[in-house]
């Protein structure tokens, strides 16, 4: 499989995650949120960069405690849950932010 | 919740045996796996040319190793006992979800080549010859078995559906057609660790977060140490536990457990899993790769005890095998249990009255026990029959005030899969996640309903995650599931902790 973006064509998985992760840009993230019917906000955009930083950092998604705790410290506390996370990404912030922020999915007991 | 395209059940008071409907759901089969999934676990990379053969030899090889997968295979007498017991069956309708049907698919073909009547007079033995379309149908139906072992304890001869479904995942892996969920993940705990893939520091990194978190909380310094070396315990947790919700609940309760208990301990990085997803394929060799990586862990660190956490096929493998995996343990103090359940770790410490709980900080809840399969069916916990019953609900009803049991039928030793065990907790498997909680899902609404249930513990990854997914798609919502040392993380006193009452008599005294 293979989506479209500004021109350039890039390589996907069976589950539409991004196969060669060093290709990521944001305009991937965009059409990644369009085909599951999402139109990113700057809410969105906060996580998906959390997360690319994390990512840097750690080779790995960050888990959804270090996230939300993240996210309370940087957005106010109200935010600092799943349900906010859940609410902006509905298919998990797991799985469904990690595909659109160009991370590696999440595997295992989740 | 994802879109779905396909039909919810409706949850009525009672499961009703359905109607067959032949082939429903033949179109499902998981993602297959990759040479990249494949090899790292000595597999052929794709399906190879000459598999009729190799099947063939394989499932030779494996009724000669296993004496009990040929009994299974030559044992049934089709008595139908088993036919309604299996929640896929009972969620999909599909005659092969029924326990039988799925044996027969592996059993016709051992038939047609390998017993006299099948050679000769296939037709009136129901056997038939393997092609290609049987590779599909194995692959599709034997990922569609959560390995659960109910049918079993119906059968009055014993055949155990898992060790089949164990053996066709093995043929089909040792002729290159592995599934990539199973497959990808036992990869990564030989690269990495464990099967979410955290390397050493994002470790480090999250259960600093949980010291601080429960710091801020309790005012007491718990320590969650990661590869101390020279401590008296090893915990070996599910990677979920670091990584998900409800499961870092529960972590956080065993660290607040040991504080009191006033051990050291420690976890590993090499072995910072407990599943071992080489039980769900069936492969021994995997198995026992994985296992190996407790015991190095337990050697390099010097413990004296091992410590299992909340994940129901770990403690199956740790419970059954892990002696003959990767024993002796003769290293460990010979005191304890070789390995120890966290539920049994805590139970011996309530019993001899050495945790302080405040019961009433689970009072917003009234809670039930999910029974989760490998632990229900293959294991023991304690010293008496039932104790991986008993144990349980017994650390659950020292915590909380409010508890009840779901019905008789559904608990136990016959208790239902969550739906997702056994390698299906996948999202390409979401049809049959969702259509095979029916049962579970059915018995919980009636305790929510007659009993003024809220909460439903577990003691294992995969059935916590399997219910934060599914609860959503049949009304209730995905935080109705929690871990059982969640429960006890809210209700312990920590010693020298402040409690709400001492902060208010503080205030009084200062007002």
Request: glycine letters at 8%.
């Amino acid at each position: 499989m293979e989506i479209e973006v500004n021109g350039k064509s890039f390589e996907t998985d069976e589950e539409g995650y991004l196969v060669n992760l060093a290709e990521w840009e944001p305009g991937i993230a965009e059409v990644m949120a369009k085909e599951d019917d999402l139109e990113l906000t700057s809410e969105h955009w906060e996580i998906l960069n959390f997360l690319r930083e994390y990512y840097e950092e750690y080779q790995i998604a960050p888990a959804v405690r270090v996230l939300t705790k993240a996210v309370g410290k940087k957005l106010g506390a109200e935010k600092g849950n799943s349900k906010y996370l859940y609410s902006l990404f509905p298919y998990g912030p797991g799985k469904q932010a990690c595909r659109f922020a160009g991370l590696p999915k999440p595997t295992g007991c989740i | 919740m994802a879109k779905t395209d396909f039909e919810v059940p409706e949850l009525h008071e009672y499961v009703d045996v359905p109607a067959l409907e032949e082939g429903v759901m033949a179109h499902l089969s998981p993602f297959v796996a990759k040479p990249d999934h494949q090899e790292p676990l000595n597999f052929p990379g794709e399906l190879v040319e000459d598999w009729h053969d190799k099947t063939l030899a394989k499932l030779d090889d494996l009724r000669s190793r296993y004496r009990s997968l040929q009994v299974y295979l030559d044992a049934c007498v089709k008595c139908g006992s088993c036919t309604d017991k299996c929640h896929y069956y009972l969620g999909t309708k599909d005659p092969k979800n029924m326990p039988v049907g799925r044996q027969d698919l592996l059993r016709k073909v051992y038939r047609r080549y390998f017993t006299f009547a099948g050679k000769y007079f296939p037709k009136l033995v129901g056997a038939e010859d393997l092609t290609r379309e049987t590779l599909d149908d194995w692959y599709s139906y034997y990922h569609q078995c959560s390995q659960c072992r109910r049918c079993s304890v119906f059968c009055p001869y014993g055949i155990d559906t898992a060790e089949i479904s164990m053996a066709a995942r093995e043929i089909l892996d040792s002729i290159g057609y592995g599934q990539k969920y199973c497959n990808e993940i036992i990869a990564k705990v030989f690269k990495i660790g464990n099967n979410l893939g955290l390397p050493g520091p994002a470790l480090a990194d999250t259960l600093e977060g949980l010291e601080e978190d429960v710091f801020d909380e309790t005012g007491i310094e718990v320590k969650y140490p990661l590869d101390v070396k020279g401590a008296d315990i090893l915990l070996v947790t599910p990677s979920a536990d670091f990584f998900a919700e409800p499961h870092v609940d529960g972590l956080i309760g065993y660290g607040k457990v040991f504080h009191e208990a006033g051990v050291s301990w420690t976890m590993s990085s090499h072995a910072s899993e407990a599943a071992n997803f080489g039980m769900f394929i069936g492969s021994y060799e995997n198995m026992r790769r994985v296992s190996m990586r407790v015991r190095e862990a337990a050697l390099e660190l010097g413990v004296k005890r091992i410590v299992f956490g909340e994940c129901g096929h770990a403690w199956r493998v740790a419970y059954s095998f892990l002696n003959t995996l990767a024993g002796p343990f003769d290293f460990l103090d010979p005191d304890y249990p070789v390995p120890q359940h966290i539920c049994e770790f805590t139970n011996d410490l309530i019993e001899k009255g050495k945790l302080n709980f405040d019961k009433s900080a689970n009072d917003h809840m009234t809670l039930t026990f999910h029974d989760s399969c490998n632990v229900a069916r293959a294991t023991r916990m304690g010293d008496k029959p039932g104790g991986q019953f008993e144990i349980p609900r017994a650390v659950i009803k020292a915590v909380c005030n409010n508890y009840v049991d779901m019905h008789h039928e559904t608990i136990g030793e016959k208790t239902y899969c969550c739906g997702g065990g056994g390698g299906l907790l996948t999202d390409d498997l979401m049809e049959i996640r969702v259509k095979g909680a029916l049962p579970r899902m059915t018995a919980l609404k009636n305790a929510v309903e007659e009993q003024g249930v809220t909460h439903m513990a577990a003691i294992c990854a995969i059935c916590k995650s399997q219910f934060t997914k599914v609860l959503p798609y049949y009304g209730m919502t995905m935080d109705q599931i929690v871990s059982v040392h969640q429960l006890v993380s809210n209700a312990i006193v920590l010693t020298g902790q402040k409690t709400e009452d001492d902060e208010s008599e503080e205030q009084e005294a200062e007002g």
